[in-house]
């Protein structure tokens, strides 16, 4: 189960893929999830990744579907 802000950092980046049509970069994930520290944002990714819940962000792809998690 993620934690509040990780979960809203995964809708952050599900949105930015639909407008964008690509993966956010870390500093375009920490400004579309309303977050002014990048770091705070890697923690929760690492933290997501390692629940297996994988966000992509530019750099680094995943293996699932970004726009359906499968």
Excluded: F, N, W
Aim: proline letters at 3%; one cysteine or more.
């Amino acid at each position: 189960m993620l934690a509040e802000r990780q979960a809203h950092i995964a809708r952050s980046a599900k949105a930015y893929v639909a407008r964008y049509g690509e993966a956010p970069s870390m500093r375009e994930l920490a400004a579309a999830a309303g977050l002014s520290s990048v770091s705070t944002v890697a923690y929760h990714l690492r933290c997501m990744r390692e629940q297996g819940y994988p966000v992509d962000t530019r750099g680094r792809v995943s293996t699932r579907c970004s726009h359906c998690g499968q």
